[in-house]
């Protein structure tokens, strides 16, 4: 069963993402005002979820990274030292380990976002190779408040010694089989499959089938 809170801060953040894009595109004052309402209920959800003040959220909602018509894209750096293994950082905020990576800045490409990345809490610089994966972040494990959609490099480094950013406790590599307890949530899915990935030279992506499917009629022209 899948986590209830975690379940609850997804339906928020869909909301949300509806009142957005139907303020950003409301006809009239009263579909504006409908999407306010909208954005209300969205925060009045998180905020029970959190234990929050409502005044808070709503606060947080009007800002970024909620302030979106898309999911966020959180990007991970997958490098692996001539041996098999693969780098992990220590986070600083709750001491789990994870590949280097977080949120894409605007301005930046994803592999630009995951160099970034890399550099900040790992100190090293590289060259991204391939694509190892694209992965949602609800059936992957993840706990975020959002929608993250995780985009995995593969990047490979001239010099593998990695130095711990400020945000982070400690930074080395991992074989498979000696992997740290505690992970990052999503981590403990996602590296296992990285490490799959490496070995089989393919890039994965969450399957996808409309076959069958009922999908929305909105944009289709009417018979």
């Not at 630009?112 to 790992?122: D, F, M």
């Not at 490979?156 to 400020?166: D, F, K, R, V, Y």
């Amino acid at each position: 069963m899948p986590d209830l809170k975690q379940a609850l801060y997804l339906i928020a953040d869909e909301i949300r993402g509806i009142a957005t894009l139907q303020k950003r595109f409301a006809e009239n004052v009263y579909l504006a005002a409908h999407a306010d309402e909208l954005m209300a209920l969205a925060a009045k959800v998180a905020a029970l979820v959190d234990e929050n003040d409502l005044a808070v959220v709503k606060e947080i909602f009007s800002a970024e990274p909620w302030l979106r018509f898309s999911p966020a894209i959180g990007v991970d750096a997958a490098v692996f030292n001539p041996d098999g293994e693969l780098l992990l950082i220590q986070r600083r905020d709750n001491g789990r380990w994870a590949m280097p990576g977080g949120l894409v800045e605007i301005g930046q490409t994803i592999a630009e976002g995951a160099l970034r990345e890399l550099w900040e809490e790992a100190g090293l610089r590289g060259r991204v190779v391939r694509l190892l994966g694209v992965f949602d972040g609800r059936p992957w494990g993840s706990q975020s408040k959002v929608h993250l959609i995780h985009p995995v490099f593969l990047v490979e480094c001239a010099i593998l010694t990695p130095s711990p950013g400020i945000e982070c406790l400690d930074a080395r590599f991992f074989s498979r089989d000696a992997l740290p307890a505690e992970m990052h949530t999503g981590h403990e899915l996602r590296v296992p499959k990285c490490f799959e990935l490496y070995a089989q030279c393919e890039t994965y992506f969450d399957p996808a089938d409309s076959v069958g499917a009922e999908m929305p009629m909105h944009q289709r022209p009417k018979a």
